[in-house]
């Protein structure tokens, strides 16, 4: 346990520092060095990247047509039912971020239009791993489907014999994605940036990855024309505030639950309550026992801290600070305390709402900025996928008043040119 208050600034600041990101030169040099084999060599090098790096034996790219049709036959009725259940809730989220046009008359005879239009082409990565990960397609293929999308890539990595999930082909064939890569790591981002005989180009790619994958799709963002990405990523992390009236099993399993996704992961207690924290700690203990993944959890306990504060505002002050992918509340009245948050990826009201609703089912997105980047990136939403761009339609008359302003300003900034194109129009006799 550590006293907030009896900590020297160091101590804070140490205490509030997440692991480094192993994302040197060297990971620069190798993502560049897969780079130019897929630039160079498109297909052929994908299937090398997959032999090398994923043990794969016979490697395929493209999954055929029949095989997510016929996806769902190779599942448990519960997981299907499950995975229903989450498209239900997510697509039902979602649909309330449709945008729609917008139009206004500024001044007479001066019309100003905001309209919305689809990135025509996305590419969704799922890591691949120790489990398949169907609700990673599901919160960015739900999202990809609604904005109308015309071209839609899901790229995921499959290790050695195994075949792909057959849930992450049934999640695709819910969110009517029929174009499915069987290939992960940079090569795939590179694949999708530039476009291969197999891989469709696309201009944006979402998803999270490992500092390999987060490190192409910086680079390629860099140097790709009209390529982008959704945001920056890193290790996960979750961040719970706690008073008394907490249940200290809950809060342990909250921290555990986001403990156990990597060594590199970091998660953080802030509670004023001395006894509570205690609980916690020997609660952190009881469970992580159980775990399938105790050591990862283990390890990532050790980048983790549970903090005394002096109350529950100066909680909220350290979290707006730090700036969490997950914050949970776990207090009295937690609702009414939501004022209080800022710099939050995405936020768990009460004892009753573990972040793992979030992960799967809630229907909120669990693609979120870490690493602090909530300060300045959302939570992806449907917004993510499309583009805006503005209209504006203006009548001789309009033009005639609002010369009143252009011309002035153009000729200050002595732009002869940009004057000129209003004052031939006004000039022209032409109604």
């Excluded at 239900?88 to 905001?114: A, D, M, W, Y």
């Excluded at 990135?119 to 990673?136: C, F, M, T």
């Excluded at 945001?231 to 505030?241: F, H, N, R, Y």
Aim: aromatic fraction near 6%; charge should be negative; glycine fraction near 6%.
């Amino acid at each position: 346990m550590l006293v907030w208050n009896e900590l020297d600034s160091q101590a804070q600041q140490k205490a509030l520092t997440r692991p480094a990101v192993s994302a040197g030169a060297e990971v620069q040099a190798a993502v560049e060095s897969i780079i130019s084999m897929v630039k160079a060599r498109g297909d052929e090098a994908l299937l090398e990247l997959a032999a090398q790096f994923d043990g794969r034996i016979s490697p395929r790219l493209c999954v055929p047509t029949i095989e997510i049709e016929q996806s769902e036959l190779n599942l448990s009725n519960e997981l299907k039912a499950a995975i229903d259940q989450a498209y239900s809730n997510i697509r039902k989220f979602h649909e309330l971020q449709l945008p729609k046009p917008k139009q206004l008359e500024t001044q007479p005879g001066v019309s100003c239009e905001l309209r919305y239009q689809a990135i025509d082409a996305v590419g969704i990565y799922v890591p691949g791993g120790s489990a398949p990960l169907p609700s990673s397609v599901l919160m960015q293929g739900v999202c990809a489907q609604l904005s109308g999308a015309t071209t839609v890539v899901l790229a995921t990595p499959v290790k050695g014999s195994e075949t792909i999930h057959p849930a992450i082909l049934y999640a695709a064939k819910k969110c009517g994605i029929t174009t499915v890569i069987e290939s992960g790591g940079a090569g795939i981002i590179a694949a999708m940036a530039v476009g291969t005989p197999s891989v469709p180009k696309v201009s944006k790619v979402f998803g999270p990855g490992n500092a390999y994958v987060t490190m192409a799709k910086q680079l390629l963002s860099q140097s790709v024309p009209g390529f982008a990405i959704d945001m920056p990523a890193g290790p996960s992390e979750v961040l719970v505030i706690a008073d008394k009236t907490a249940n200290p099993a809950f809060a342990a399993a909250d921290l555990l639950s986001q403990a156990e996704h990597g060594a590199d992961s970091q998660v953080l207690l802030l509670s004023d309550d001395r006894t509570f924290i205690k609980e916690v700690s020997a609660e952190i203990e009881r469970q992580i026992a159980l775990l399938s993944r105790a050591d990862i959890a283990q390890k990532a306990m050790e980048n983790s801290a549970l903090i005394l504060v002096e109350s529950v505002d100066q909680a909220f002050e350290l979290s707006s600070e730090y700036g969490p992918e997950h914050l949970i509340l776990q207090c009295k009245d937690a609702y009414s305390k939501l004022d209080k948050v800022k710099n939050a990826g995405s936020v768990f009201v009460g004892d009753y709402t573990p972040e793992s609703a979030g992960d799967y089912a809630s229907g909120t997105n669990h693609v979120l900025p870490t690493y602090g980047y909530s300060k300045t990136y959302s939570s992806l939403n449907l917004m993510d996928f499309f583009r805006t761009y503005t209209v504006q339609t203006i009548s001789k008359q309009g033009l005639t008043e609002l010369s009143k302003a252009i011309l002035p300003l153009a000729q200050a900034e002595g732009l002869d040119a940009h004057a000129n194109a209003v004052a031939i129009r006004l000039n022209s006799g032409r109604s």
